[in-house]
């Protein structure tokens, strides 16, 4: 049965420094979706996510023109040259475009507006857009597969939030023209016509589709979407049946990272609920058993490995699972795949790139006690540089994608309502401007340390309307974690919420009122390959802290393909500890909260728990953890563990030991 359209393009909203925005809802035959993405820019980041920001705009994302320059230079075929033709331009443009809004920066919205001006001016009488002509094979360059499709449903996603800054017209009317080209073409050029990447990618063409259709209400999209989803790899029924997660090396793990999403865009438009209950039922059931990783992420050096710690997974897993994770938060609502995202973005994506944004790991590893240029067994290799910290190290896919992450999380801090309200599901230091009630603009700030505090402290700092005040309600996710959560609204208790409770606060806000949420972290363990221990407080993953010793080592001859240096990271640090579940005891110690968080040095917490050594537990020959010698269970000892996010030298998932009362 179909439901009726939500209002759509009745609210707008005006950003600081934007133009007149529309909140936009699901339209018919769309399911109705009660949350709604607010212009880019209205979102800024404050705290430690505008440290981290900046250093993404001081580091490899504001300048990655200059240190890539034979990718992302002049000559890039989607700036009208002769070079790169396929998704790393793209790629690069859909992490830069957000953050230069969200910064206000000058100049990076320049370097934007260059690739958005010549996306829009490539496009031909019959809708195609990009890069069009197949080159010869240049090392370092992909030439080939111009007009595939892959590429552009990165392009769309940059448009999209150009789009959500700007509200330039260009925008809706360009696509509309490249989906009628699109829906023109599909029948005898499917989605992997030119490559396979498509046919995995489909959920990413499809949710733009629907995103158009919103806005302009072309009836020809929603059948052009069915086009799509049929092209698309069977995504529900991967996850109903599992069957890709009993073997390893059957998917590609990036693919999987995007096909999470797939089920539920397209039950917006089916509307049967199974889609949307497949990818939760395969994390708990298939995946969880399997493949699954304590970071929420999954074994894959790049194909689908079993979870052992030691495996890899790819920053390009990372940075999509989150994207894939905030599409389906906004469909859903649902606090367990914000508790899903946070997990990801608070443990997965830190502990892959340096702190000064200007190097990253290729794969990370749960269990990593060395850096180095050293043969791993992992199932695609690429010149043992698949785990030293580099710019082309590994492959260059994830140089050029991995600038999405931390400014998508940002633009998913805050959603609009139809009912006039607003809603934080993921936390993070920001303030936001947004239109509430009738016709009234808010401006409210969050101020917090989260995920390393447990306090959030929410103010109205602003209500423009005619009366100085609104109704509108708030509302906030109740994290599944946090038993004894407090909610209070001008210092007066609201209520005792329950885990996973989505809170709702109706009043007329005034300026100056706060709500105060503490969400008290428990330490909780799961157990993950093998029976593994990973230890866990509110949304971090702990792992054992290990000093760090970083070399900078140069790269010559064919390896210059992997850039010009690389750095190791190494420890005299012991690491060969078990945990013994009859001896728990754990005192947690927090330190001053610096303007950085995400290094092993600055940590804002620490747990100091009971563990003992396990001498015969080595590592032989930088490959494989020795499992011999595992019951000689050694001495009674003391560990530090801090957040996985902080570290880039750990252990996060500990043999468990049992031993006999004394
Ligand atoms: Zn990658």
Redesign the pocket.
């Known amino acids: 049965m179909l439901k009726k359209a939500v209002c759509c393009i009745a609210s707008l909203l005006f950003a600081a420094g934007a133009q007149a925005q529309p909140y936009l809802f699901n339209r018919a035959p769309l399911e109705e979706v009660s949350y709604a993405e607010l212009p880019l820019g209205a979102i800024r980041p404050e705290g430690w996510l505008k440290e981290q920001l900046k250093r993404q705009a001081d580091g490899l994302t504001g300048h990655l023109d200059e240190i890539y320059p034979e990718v992302m230079g002049p000559d890039n075929a989607w700036l009208g040259g002769e070079g790169d033709a396929w998704e790393r331009g793209p790629y690069w443009l859909d992490g830069l475009l957000p953050l230069a809004y969200q910064l206000d920066d000058a100049a990076l919205k320049e370097k934007a507006q260059v690739w958005v001006e010549a996306m829009l001016a490539s496009q031909r009488e019959d809708g195609f857009f990009g890069p069009s002509e197949d080159r010869s094979d240049v090392p370092g360059l992909q030439r080939g597969n111009a007009q595939d499709w892959w590429p552009r449903m990165v392009a769309l996603k940059v448009l999209k939030q150009y789009y959500m800054a700007t509200g330039d017209e260009r925008v809706p009317e360009m696509m509309d023209r490249y989906f009628h080209y699109q829906a023109a073409t599909l029948p005898h050029k499917p989605l992997d016509h030119w490559t396979d990447w498509g046919k995995w990618r489909g959920g990413d063409n499809l949710m733009m589709v629907y995103w158009l259709y919103n806005l302009n209400g072309d009836r020809m999209l929603p059948s052009l979407g069915e086009w799509i989803h049929q092209q698309t790899a069977p995504w529900t029924g991967y996850f109903r049946d599992g069957f890709i997660f009993r073997e390893p090396g059957d998917v590609h793990t990036?693919n999987l990272a995007h096909g999470l999403k797939e089920p539920i865009v397209h039950n917006q438009f089916a509307h049967d609920g199974g889609e949307s209950i497949a990818p939760v039922e395969a994390l708990g059931g298939h995946m969880g058993k399997t493949v699954a990783f304590p970071t929420g992420l999954w074994a894959g050096d790049e194909m689908l490995q079993m979870g052992a710690p030691t495996r890899g997974s790819?920053?390009?897993?990372a940075v999509e699972a989150m994207f894939s994770l905030e599409e389906i938060l906004r469909i859903t609502g649902t606090p367990f795949w914000a508790d899903y995202l946070e997990r990801v973005a608070y443990n997965a994506l830190p502990a892959q790139i340096d702190p000064a944004f200007m190097t990253r790991q290729?794969y990370q590893q749960v269990n990593q006690v060395a850096c180095t240029r050293e043969h791993r067994d992992f199932s695609t290799i690429h010149g043992d540089t698949d785990v030293v910290f580099g710019t082309l190290t590994?492959?260059p896919?994830?140089l050029s994608?991995m600038h999405q992450g931390w400014p998508k999380f940002t633009q998913n801090l805050w959603y609009a309502l139809p009912d006039g309200g607003l809603a934080a599901l993921v936390y993070a230091p920001c303030s936001v401007t947004a239109k509430v009630a009738d016709d009234a603009q808010v401006r409210i700030s969050e101020t917090t340390d989260y995920p390393f505090r447990d306090k959030i402290t929410i103010r109205i700092e602003e209500v423009k309307s005619a009366a100085k005040s609104a109704s509108f309600p708030l509302r906030f996710r109740i994290p599944t974690w946090s038993e004894g959560a407090e909610v209070k609204v001008n210092g007066k208790s609201s209520g005792s919420p329950h885990p996973g409770d989505i809170i709702i606060l109706q009043k007329e806000w005034r300026k100056g009122d706060e709500i105060t949420l503490v969400f008290p972290m428990h330490l909780e363990t799961e157990t993950y390959y093998e029976g593994a221990c990973s230890v866990y407080r509110g949304p971090l993953l702990y792992a054992l802290k290990m000093e760090e010793k970083w070399t900078e080592k140069p790269f010559a001859g064919d390896d210059l393909k992997y850039g010009r240096t690389y750095w190791e990271i190494t420890s005299s640090s012991p690491w060969n500890y078990c945990l013994v579940p009859q001896e728990s005891s754990c005192q947690v110690k927090e330190s001053p909260m610096p303007a950085f968080p995400w290094t092993a040095s600055a940590a804002p917490v620490t747990l100091t728990i009971s563990a003992r050594t396990l001498p015969g537990w080595k590592v032989v020959d930088q490959v494989h953890f020795n499992r011999n010698g595992l019951d000689d269970c050694g001495e009674k000892t003391k560990i530090e563990l801090i957040p996985y996010g902080c570290t880039k030298l750990r252990i996060a998932s500990f043999p468990v030991r049992w031993v006999k009362e004394e």
């Open positions: 990036v790819e920053l390009c897993t290729y590994g492959y896919c994830c994608n």
